[in-house]
């Protein structure tokens, strides 16, 4: 349902990788120094985004994934009303890039969606491991829709990557489920979210970005949920508010650690959503992971991990040559 907060590393040189970058930009690149209250903002967050992805999970069982995504947006669209109201300061319809926004909407979506179609089939811990992925597209992605170089070492950690998800999702075997895809198609939608992100960044103000996902989410799912509604409890309405204000709440938690620490600090940290969904699917759904899942979501951290490290030699030496320092270097 969320993506993890893992895969923003590879934003953390956002501004850095576009060619028109100007002084503004790079100015805003400079954060307080503070990995501790980074480490603990980020470790807040995979409380919140555990939580929501738990639920969702909980929900698939009564709802329709389309009807349980609708809810998630109907609170997110709610949370981000006040920058939509006329005269708000916030202005969070004022956008120079509208086609990339609604383009970084359906595609948050689409991430959001496919996971918890996932989630109504598979252990919440193999979805979870399968969904942390996603910084091994954005390395694909980024050589073709952001003409960037990859290191033989970049790739070689994303071929430790896919064999993770191999070992914990063994095709041609019969623990293989193929509602797997599901998780892959998301992680390769929130890739693409990252990679527009990436775009955006510098240009367009977060709350602008924010709302844009928001409402474009909306949107689309508004149109889809007629045709597969089923009319929910007010338990139902009621873990779906959650789900809406766990995930929201989560991503802006993460926006906030970011602030103070590096991605390559922060990402060891964030894999502790795995911790906490596993933690919360055994007493809730008796799913315990198998030895295969533990030793593939292995492979993935470290994969996701070293790519982290990657992604900070490289922002220092852009940074170095633009004759800046990295705050947390």
Known sequence: MTPPPAAAARLD???????DTKPVARRALARDDHPFKGI???????????????????????????????????????????????????????????????LRGAALLGASLLFISGLRYLPIAVASATGFV?????????IVLLAETVGIRRWLA???GLIGVLIVLRPGTGAFNAAAFFPIASALSWAFTLIITRMLSGKEPAVVTMTYSAVTGLFILTIMVPFVWVA????DILFGV??????????????????????????????TQLVWVTCLGIPIFG???????????????????????????????????????????
């Open 242 to 271: 959650l789900i809406g204000v766990a995930s929201t709440a989560g991503q802006w938690i993460v926006v906030l650690a970011y602030r103070y620490a590096d991605a390559s600090v922060l990402a060891p940290f964030s894999y």
């Open 158 to 160: 994303t071929a430790v």
């Open 134 to 142: 996603s910084p091994l597209f954005v390395t694909a992605l980024s």
């Open 13 to 19: 040189s956002a501004a850095l990788s576009l060619p």
């Open 287 to 329: 799913e315990v992971p198998d030895a295969w899942t533990v030793i593939g979501a292995a492979f993935i951290v470290l994969s996701g991990l070293y790519i982290a490290h990657r992604e900070r030699v490289r922002r220092s030496q852009l940074l170095t040559a633009a004759g800046e320092t990295s705050p947390n270097a």
């Open 40 to 102: 603990a903002l980020i470790l807040l967050s995979t409380a919140f985004l555990g939580t929501s992805d738990v639920t969702a999970k909980y929900l698939s069982a009564t709802l329709p994934s389309v009807e349980i995504a609708w809810l998630r947006f109907v609170v997110f669209t709610l949370i981000m009303l006040p920058a939509m109201l006329p005269g708000s300061a916030l202005g969070g319809f004022k956008t120079e890039r509208l086609p990339l926004q609604v």
């Open 232 to 235: 929910p409890t007010w338990h």
